[in-house]
């Protein structure tokens, strides 16, 4: 075993727990444990061992602060965002059931057509129509949409 695991495997869950206590979130806590041990890994020829508990447990700390000055950084420009302007877009079965010039049966064969894809001839089996029938609804429907749509301002 070489002397890092043996460090690693010594320390790991200790500094696991003081991230953990130092950040209160379990993601954050690791990110923290694996930046102080990769920390000793690149130094640790370096590093006093009689230094080394102490030496992890302020590496952890640092990295603890460095993670609240972020957040709180994070925080301040968030709040100074203004909240954007929510633009709702309806979905098209709404807009179809909203739309005012349409007549029951016109709504109904646009909605089985247009939301839930079905042919002009399952459109006729569902709703006791003949082809034709749907056929002529759904183009005369459409001519309805688009004079709503040319007659509202934009």
């Known amino acids: 075993m070489s002397r890092f695991d043996e460090i690693y495997a010594k320390h790991a869950g200790a500094v696991f727990h003081y991230a953990l206590k130092c950040v209160g979130r379990r993601d954050v806590a690791e990110d923290i444990t694996s930046e102080v041990f990769l920390t000793l890994h690149r130094t640790i020829d370096s590093i006093d061992v009689e ?46 059931r909203d739309a005012t010039g349409l007549k029951p049966v016109h709504r109904a064969c646009l909605i089985l057509r247009y939301v839930h894809g079905m ?8 709703l006791g129509l003949t082809d034709n029938q749907v056929k002529g609804h759904l183009q005369y429907s459409l001519t309805i949409l688009r004079r709503d749509l040319e007659k509202t301002p934009r």
């Open 119 to 126: 042919t002009r001839s399952e459109i006729a089996a569902r």
């Open 51 to 96: 230094q080394l508990p102490r030496w992890l447990f302020t590496v952890a700390k640092n990295r603890a602060v460095d993670h609240w000055r972020r957040a709180h950084v994070e925080q301040k420009y968030l709040d100074a965002l203004e909240p954007a302007a929510v633009t709702w877009e309806p979905s098209v079965e709404v807009w179809l």
